[in-house]
């Protein structure tokens, strides 16, 4: 795929949605790290619903070391893997507290150090807590690069490194934002939905479905 198609889809993508972010619910960077620890292979509607009874009781680090393990748990056991989040959610929170005064840390290495917390985390957290134009790729970011030819890779990391490269710097702050909508509303895993995607003539898929 050539530069200038790149640059194209995502014109459309930003013209069909102005201001993309995140759907899981969040005011703080705490708040953001907590709902992403929280919402590995968990949607991100059942997400909400467990934070929206956590985070009015408990949403900083030492709140949540203060309403403690079984407290917690209790407060997100609706998720998937309660049980292991919720030990590393606790894990963070201490070392939030002990090394980091509280805050959530703006490095990636920082990031990546705590419990819970992988490259794609960190990406998320740097992107859509602090602003910085980061791509974090997972499964519907993963499928849409290939597919479409946007950035073609074996694994998350070379999808991640060849999008950080072909995606125009006035779009990459959003980038995350608008494959990973775009992959789970359009481009859908088993059947996408071609005909009604907004950069249907621009994407290389060659078998695109007519729904």
């Avoid at 606790?90 to 819970?116: D, F, S, W, Y």
């Amino acid at each position: 795929m050539n530069a200038q198609k790149r640059y194209e889809i995502f014109a459309r993508l930003r013209d069909h949605n102005p201001e993309p972010t995140t759907e899981l619910h969040w005011s703080t960077p705490f708040e953001l790290l907590a709902a992403v620890l929280l919402s590995a292979q968990a949607t991100d509607v059942g997400v909400n619903k467990a934070t929206a009874r956590l985070f009015p009781v408990a949403n900083t680090p030492a709140a949540i070391l203060e309403l403690g393990l079984d407290g917690l748990k209790e407060h997100i056991k609706t998720i998937g893997l309660y049980n292991t989040k919720a030990e590393n959610l606790m894990k963070t929170c201490r070392i939030l507290v002990e090394q980091h005064g509280g805050e959530v840390p703006r490095t990636r290495a920082a990031l990546e150090a705590l419990p819970g917390v992988g490259r794609k985390t960190a990406n998320v957290i740097l992107n859509t807590a602090f602003g910085e134009p980061t791509i974090a790729v997972d499964t519907h970011i993963f499928r849409v690069s290939n597919r479409t030819g946007l950035a073609k890779g074996k694994d998350v990391v070379e999808v991640e490194r060849k999008l950080m490269r072909h995606v125009p710097r006035e779009f990459r702050q959003d980038a995350h934002h608008w494959l990973i909508l775009h992959g789970r509303y359009t481009c859908l895993a088993r059947r996408p939905r071609c005909g009604s995607c907004v950069i249907e003539d621009l994407c290389e898929y060659p078998d695109k479905v007519d729904i």
